[in-house]
């Protein structure tokens, strides 16, 4: 028999920084994000939100100890270690506990959390910049090596419970998600290296976007047509789209 779909409750898209980039990275990202930083918790008060002006937090940051950091998610549930055993049953496993929740790595070793959920219900409304620009951090995107993809895209889909559904290009694959969610979640097949995520920014104009980013310090890496590959201060990539910020959706998908 397997396993049923485990209850989400909210998502949160995490950046992970080296202790020497923290405050640094924490600085460029609350500012691209338009948000205060909330005050630090955890045992070594390395945890952190992005605190938006409206709605529930949907973005935190954490600072580690060792490693070059990175992008991971964490799922906000009723029921941690449940959650857990159920991602477990699925090829998930466990790597760590905090007093956050637990850490896990996906069958391809995506990094994730079960975390307790805290009444977060809120979306956030996008940001409102000079110029009229207007745009949200709203995904994570799993790169995942093809070799591993289809597997990939098998355990998100049993563990949410959501629909795969194509995207903008064959090399995609978004999770068809409630509308309550904050964070989308899109999965793309890499022709080589190892599995890793990156957050997308949806942009009603993102010309003007990349150039705010630009005077924050971040660099193009390359355009894609209807996306741009950024590299923030510190070389961490990040994607700026041409996707609605309200739907999530590209202009001429509806």
Do not use: K
Not at 23 to 48: H, L, Y
Not at 63 to 81: M, N, S
Not at 93 to 120: L, Y
Request: glycine share 8%; proline share 8%; hydrophobic share 35%.
């Amino acid at each position: 028999m397997s396993a049923a779909p485990i209850e989400i409750r909210w998502l949160s898209a995490v950046f992970d920084f080296p202790a020497d980039d923290f405050g640094d990275e924490v600085t460029f990202w609350r500012a691209i994000a338009g948000s205060t930083v909330s005050p630090p918790r955890g045992d070594r008060r390395q945890f952190a939100s992005l605190e938006p002006f409206t709605g529930d937090p949907h973005l935190r940051v954490q600072r580690v100890e060792t490693g070059v950091g990175g992008v991971h998610l964490d799922i906000h549930v009723d029921d941690v270690d449940d959650a857990a055993t159920v991602a477990e049953s699925l090829g998930a496993r466990r790597t760590g506990q905090t007093p956050d929740g637990v850490e896990m790595q996906s069958p391809a070793g995506f990094t994730f959390s079960m975390v307790p959920w805290n009444g977060e219900h809120e979306r956030s409304r996008p940001i409102r910049w000079p110029g009229d620009t207007i745009s949200i951090i709203d995904q994570i995107c799993v790169d995942v090596p093809s070799r591993r993809f289809d597997e990939e895209c098998t355990f998100f889909t049993r563990l949410t419970g959501w629909e795969l559904e194509s995207a903008s290009r064959p090399e995609f694959r978004a999770l068809h998600h409630p509308e309550s969610m904050p964070i989308r979640i899109l999965l793309q097949r890499m022709t080589s290296g190892s599995v890793g995520a990156h957050v997308d920014l949806a942009s009603t104009h993102p010309a003007d976007e990349v150039s705010r980013h630009e005077d924050w310090g971040a660099e193009v890496v390359s355009q894609h047509g209807t996306w741009t590959v950024m590299a923030d201060p510190t070389g961490r990539p990040y994607c700026i789209t041409a996707r609605n910020p309200r739907t999530g959706r590209l202009p001429d998908a509806g």
